[in-house]
């Protein structure tokens, strides 16, 4: 199918945030940079950004093929590898949105359709500032007892608890724009599920630590995003308890394989070897790239 025959239109609502979803979970694989989930998270997390993002999509026959999402000067994209010259496309839109030589892009090692136009737009491999890992377990293995610590409750978290379970996040990822107004909205948003979403409550009643996991029915596939503990209750084990808390939760409701992407560089060690002791592996990492000069 030639370039021509793709529609192009700027993003207008949730809409079109469902068929870029629709796209994400066509092309799905455990090594993917985006998941159903993710974009969810991504576009309702903070309020009052989207006067900072243009995104473009790009479609034929009522599928979306590609699309852009540029955020300054960074670009996130997906293309179909059926359709891989639409990445031309995208970077030549991510131009004229940020004409600036500061552009930068990350897209996953397992993306090697999207190499070439990269490398053709004058893109290169950097290896400045952090990466992610994308990391994969097979839920069919079963997975161990959470067993929280002493005097902590794990549970699903309701309309109630979001004030508490926002200021977790707030305190977990400090500093944060996550607001209760936003954390509303995620929970409004598709595929949220309120019994994929878990805490653990301290013995003082507050919320210690959280583990929000997306199911891509589809794909049969959970995505942990994101997850945190509040620094007063680290080190004992209530990040572990969470996560298995959920992701029992999610093989309840069909999943059968689970991914979650921590930093893999050595600045941000920790979550990474709390998700290997759960039993994730690696299968890909991300790639930076910036505009050469």
Same mark, same amino acid.
């Given at each position: ?81 059926? %359709? ?10 991510? /131009? ?16 090697? %359709? ?19 890992? %994308? ?11 959470? +067993? ?20 977790? %996040? ?38 210690? +630590? ?73 299968? /890909? ?9």
């Amino acid at each position: 199918m030639a370039i021509k025959d793709f529609d192009r239109r700027p993003y207008a609502g949730a809409e079109d945030l469902r068929a870029m979803q629709d796209l994400a979970g066509r092309v799905w694989s455990p090594g993917a940079t985006w998941h159903v989930g993710d974009l969810a998270w991504e576009r309702f997390q903070h309020t009052g950004r989207k006067h900072e993002w243009a995104t473009m999509l790009w479609s034929a026959g009522g599928r979306t093929a590609a699309w852009g999402w540029a955020d300054a000067g960074h670009l996130s994209l997906l293309a179909d590898p059926a %359709h891989a010259s639409l990445a031309d496309e995208v970077l030549d839109w991510f /131009a004229a949105q940020a004409p600036g030589p500061a552009r930068t892009v990350v897209v996953s090692s397992t993306e090697t %359709h999207l190499f070439p136009a990269l490398d053709r737009h004058g893109y290169r491999r950097t290896d400045e500032g952090p990466f992610f890992l %994308h990391m994969v377990m097979d839920l069919d293995d079963g997975l161990p007892d959470p +067993g929280p610590p002493a005097g902590y409750r794990l549970r699903a978290v309701g309309d109630a608890d979001v004030p508490g379970r926002v200021a977790a %996040h707030r305190a977990a990822f400090h500093p944060s724009r996550v607001t209760e107004e936003s954390y509303r909205a995620v929970r409004e948003a598709w595929p949220y599920r309120p019994d994929l979403d878990w805490m653990a409550e301290a013995p003082d009643g507050s919320a210690a +630590g959280f583990c929000l996991v997306w199911l891509d029915e589809a794909n049969r596939a959970a995505r942990i995003e994101p997850a945190g503990t509040v620094p007063g209750h680290r080190r004992h084990g209530v990040a572990r308890a969470v996560c298995l808390a959920a992701l029992q939760a999610a093989r309840r409701a069909g999943a059968r394989r689970a991914v979650v992407s921590p930093r893999g560089d050595d600045a941000y060690p920790v979550p990474a070897r709390l998700y290997r002791s759960l039993g994730f592996r690696e299968c /890909a990492r991300s790639l930076g790239y910036r505009l050469s000069a």
